[in-house]
T-cell receptor
């Protein structure tokens, strides 16, 4: 079945540094990728929708200059958390789909970000 | 496609019982639905899907029911096992601006007691 690989699975960084998270679709072309943030015992919060070759669409309240998203190819999207602060510590999850009607949405295994 | 970060409702069952997890969706134009299972510290995993031209679909130990009249989706798990303990999300898919966008339900935390 379709697989989405997310890397790294866990990262600890110092406050003020930037962290890049990669999301790869391994066996299908992901026209659309989504980035979510999830706090403990809460549901997924959509941060942005990324279509290959175009700028990401950010949800209200998500700072696009802080959470940089690049979707340069049909198999790779990256989320860069710039100038990270402790409040950015969270579980970040990507998902990918071909964008076709009735096409399943596949998730990566998430990245646990801890900012110290 | 936005979902709100709310604390999750919980369903507790005994091992061997059947579990029913419910989801109310919002968009009558949604034509595709998926149930996901998310274990602690992992990303959501696809369980079963259903298209809007169906009202029931069965998988291994799982059944999804779709009632379009009241915009309700349910996931039934037969003979629930401790390994079924997880958070379960429903997702509805609809066309939006040329893209096929998912919207997630709140999620339900299923706890299975041995």
């Amino acid at each position: 079945g379709a697989v989405v690989s997310q890397h790294p699975s866990w990262v600890i960084c110092k406050s003020g540094t930037s962290v890049k998270i990669e999301c790869r679709s391994l066996d299908f072309q992901a026209t659309t990728m989504f980035w979510y943030r999830q706090f403990p015992k809460q549901s997924l919060m959509l941060m942005a929708t990324s279509n290959e070759g175009s700028k990401a669409t950010y949800e209200q309240g998500v700072e696009k200059d802080k959470f940089l998203i690049n979707h340069a190819s049909l198999t790779l999207s990256t989320l860069t958390v710039t100038s990270a602060h402790p409040e950015d510590s969270s579980f970040y999850i990507c998902s990918a789909t071909t964008g076709l009607s009735n096409s399943p949405l596949h998730f990566g295994n998430g990245t646990r970000l801890t900012v110290t | 496609g936005e979902s709100v970060g709310l604390h999750l409702p919980t369903l507790s069952v005994q091992e061997g019982d059947n579990s029913i997890i419910n989801c109310a969706y919002s968009n009558s134009a949604s034509d595709y639905f998926i149930w996901y299972k998310q274990e602690s510290g992992k990303g959501p995993q696809f369980i079963i899907d259903i298209r809007s031209n169906m009202d029931k679909r069965q998988g291994q130990r799982v059944t999804v029911l779709l009632n379009k009249t009241v915009k309700h989706l349910s996931l039934q798990i037969a003979a629930t096992q401790p390994g079924d303990s997880a958070v379960y999300f429903c997702a509805e898919f609809s066309q939006s601006g040329g893209s096929y966008i998912p919207t997630f339900g709140r999620g339900t935390s299923l706890i299975v007691h041995p």
